[in-house]
Structures are given as structure tokens and as C-alpha cells.
């Protein structure tokens, strides 16, 4: 749920109290602050794998001038929030409001937004999350100003212009929605009672919804061919990732240096490669930035990126052909209260409660790349930033939301 100019909210997961308690330790963007670059430390071994320290240099002027002329046009009178970017910055999920309507609506190649939903409340009803394929949106509301309010889950047919129900919170706890969309399905995760939430698959027309999976489990993403999240392991003594496949929707096994992770959070996926843990390939390749959805490239590109260690967080990094993971940050104010992680091609985001940021694993460089309290998303060769011009609580201030082609911005200058 975006909130330019203010701290966006995390999305609290089904039992986060277990989950929690188990581990056991417009214009011109506002300049950021630029620091002078820190000399690049050689990788080193570790218990966990590599550490590659990662230094900080300041935001390329290259990278400021595609932010601006990659800035949303807003109609006029209303105020947009970002909500979610689509691969290769081919669409984007805002909500936009006015003095007297606030709705979801979707820009789609640089065309006027579509309205998804007319918000039924334009004062306390909310546009938390969105994905898009192709003919199908899939975007949830919520219905109240706090996290514990009720939400709806709903799907937006393309051709008809048609939105319907998929699912409503029902009052148990559990994780926000966070709708993935693959090949005419909506995935989602929902609290059924006793701390637990389960994992959900229905037909984007409209059905009775599959229970996919069950266990004390965050909210789940989509990495390629597999939809994956976090939940407690068998013990109960830690958290582990599990996943399925989007082509079986069957339990899939993960590469063995995630299988073997424990004790983490704010994972994400950039979801390039559709490694589903099948042998079918049929060699074909999406141009467009967009995800296969049919489980059948195994062409294992994917990045991970999560966070671990709770007094001293580390940004860890593991791509295909590592054999363990690689701390990329550690040690830096950047990494304080690190959190919302997110990875587009070669680029790696995070938020703190100051700014947010992204790292160039070209380079081993990272910058920051909003002004105060500005957020970012990122997926698939898109980078989208949104902050406020002004105080954004205060007349006159405006939203900003600039969405660029991650994979067209140059690589981030190497330290030393």
C-alpha cells in the first residue's frame, strides 16, 4: 500500500507474532544527500558464504534525468499513490484521488489510467496491492485506515472492463493480500484461523478458490516459475522458504542454497527465470520483460535477495551458479531498519524508515535514490520511486511518481 511522503507500512503476516517469536536471535526530485564514495572491500569468506561490502556513491546524473522524464503524467486535481510497476515499466497500479472520488486505476504504456474500482468509501477505503497479466488485473482494497481493517480481494477483466470479488478477509488475522497473476489464475494468501493462513489459487473469471497450501506463512511473491513465502519449518524453531509451482501448483523444490535458509525476512525474487524444478525447457524467450507462466524455461537467471540477522541486518544476494549467498551490505547506515526488498534485473531496492535505495550488482555500488521518505518498487527491468514535493502534509505539496526502464539505466560507477 503506497503512501507518498510518509512511511509506508509494512504488511504484517498470519501469526506474525510466531513468525516473529521463532527467530531465535513532477519537478526536478529533491536532491539526495551526496556522500563521498567509500573504497570497495575485496570479498571475503564467511560462515554463510561471501561478504562483498558494497560502498556507496552518489546518484548519477543519468539516473536523475530518466527519473524525470520518466515521471507519471497525473490528471489534473487528483493525487496518485504507487502502488505497484509491471514488467519492463509496461503498466502501473496507482490510486488516484480527488476532493470527492478515490479509485485504482491502471496506466498501461504511457496511455490515460484506466479505472479499475470506484472506491465505494473515497475517505477510508485504501488500494493496498496489484499485479497484472496480460488480460487480467488482480488488485485487493482495504477497507479502513489500519491494517487490521477488512479487505476485499478483486479481478478486472481487460475485454469487458468487468471487476468482481475473488475473496474478503472474513475477519481471521492473517497476511494483507498481495495478488500474483499468472495464465488467467489469482494466487493470494489469507488467515484461517488458529495463527495460520493458507495459500489460494482461483480462475481471474471468477470460482470457487483451491486451498493450495496451509501453515503459519507469510505473504507470498512470485520468483519465475514458482510462487514462493516464508512460513515456520516443522520444528517450529525457525522460518524456511517454501514454494510452489505455477505450472503444477504442486510443492516445488528450491535451488539447495535457499532450501537451507533459516531465520530471514523481507525475501524477494526477480522473478526472470521460471526454474519450477521441472526438466522441461522449450528454449523460448520473452523479450518484453514479462514472466513465463507455464513452468517450461529452466533458465535459472533468477536473483534472491532477503535480509538476515535482526541487530546487525545484512543484505544477502544469491544468484544461480553462486554456491551460497553473498552479503552485499552490512555495517552501513544505508542497512539501518532495511526493509521492502526488491530486485529488478541487476538492481537490488530497500527501503529504511529514511529513503530508499538500490544496488548495482554490476558494480558493487549502491545509492540512494529517493529524496525523504520516498519508496520504490521494483520488478522484472522496471524501477519505479514515488515522493512527495513538499511537506506532504501540507497544502500544496505533490505527489511524484517516476517509473523507469531499470535495465536502460547505466551501471552505477564502481568505488576506489
Request: proline share 9%; with cysteine.
Amino acid at each position: 500500500m503506497g503512501t507518498s511522503g510518509r512511511s509506508r507500512p509494512r504488511r504484517p503476516a498470519v501469526g506474525a507474532a510466531l513468525l516473529a517469536g521463532i527467530v531465535l536471535t513532477g519537478c526536478s526530485p529533491t536532491p539526495a544527500p551526496t556522500p563521498a564514495p567509500n573504497p570497495t572491500a575485496r570479498p571475503v569468506p564467511s560462515a554463510s558464504g561471501t561478504t562483498r561490502t558494497a560502498c556507496e556513491v552518489p546518484l548519477p546524473a543519468s539516473w536523475r534525468t530518466a527519473f524525470v522524464a520518466g515521471e507519471l503524467k497525473v490528471p489534473a486535481g487528483e493525487r496518485a499513490v504507487l502502488t505497484e510497476v509491471g514488467p519492463a515499466a509496461r503498466w502501473t497500479v496507482v490510486q488516484l484521488s480527488d476532493d470527492r472520488r478515490r479509485r485504482a486505476a491502471l496506466v498501461q504504456d504511457g496511455r490515460s489510467p484506466r479505472t479499475l474500482l470506484d472506491f465505494a468509501d473515497p475517505v477510508e477505503h485504501q488500494l493496498l496491492s496489484a499485479d497484472v497479466d496480460g488480460r487480467w488485473a488482480a488488485f485487493a482494497v482495504l477497507e479502513g485506515r489500519t491494517l487490521a481493517s477488512p479487505w476485499t480481494l478483486r479481478s478486472w477483466d481487460e475485454r469487458t472492463g468487468r471487476t468482481r470479488v475473488l475473496a474478503r478477509s472474513g475477519g481471521r488475522p492473517g497476511p494483507l493480500p498481495q495478488p500474483v497473476v499468472r495464465g488467467g489464475r489469482v494466487f493470494w494468501a489469507q488467515g484461517t484461523g488458529g495463527g495460520k493462513a493458507t495459500v489460494y489459487v482461483a480462475p481471474a473469471s471468477g470460482g470457487v478458490p483451491r486451498a493450495l497450501h496451509t501453515g503459519v506463512l507469510d505473504t507470498p511473491f512470485a520468483a519465475g516459475g514458482l510462487l514462493a513465502w516464508r512460513e515456520a519449518d516443522a520444528s517450529g524453531t525457525a522460518t524456511r522458504l517454501s514454494a510452489v509451482s505455477f505450472a503444477t501448483m504442486r510443492t516445488a523444490p528450491l535451488p539447495a542454497p535457499l532450501a537451507k535458509l533459516r531465520d530471514f525476512r523481507s525475501a524477494a525474487s526477480d522473478g526472470s527465470s521460471t526454474w519450477d524444478g521441472s526438466d522441461r525447457s522449450d528454449g523460448s524467450d520473452r523479450s518484453d520483460g514479462s514472466d513465463r507462466s507455464d513452468g517450461s524455461d529452466r533458465s535459472d537467471r533468477s536473483t534472491w535477495a532477503w535480509i538476515a540477522g535482526e541487530q546487525e541486518p545484512k543484505l544477502m544476494v544469491w544468484r544461480p551458479g553462486q554456491p551460497a549467498p553473498v552479503a552485499e551490505l552490512t555495517g552501513s547506515p544505508a542497512a539501518e531498519g532495511i526493509d521492502q526488498v526488491g530486485i529488478s534485473g541487476e538492481l537490488v531496492t530497500w527501503r529504511t524508515p529514511e529513503a530508499a535505495y538500490a544496488l548495482d550488482l554490476r558494480s558493487a555500488a549502491y545509492s540512494r535514490i529517493t529524496p525523504q521518505y520516498g519508496y520504490a518498487q521494483a520488478r522484472g527491468g522496471a524501477l519505479a520511486i514515488a515522493h512527495s514535493e513538499g511537506d506532504a502534509k501540507a497544502a500544496g505539496s505533490r505527489s511524484v511518481i517516476q517509473v523507469v526502464r531499470a535495465d536502460r539505466l547505466p551501471k552505477l560507477p564502481e568505488c576506489g
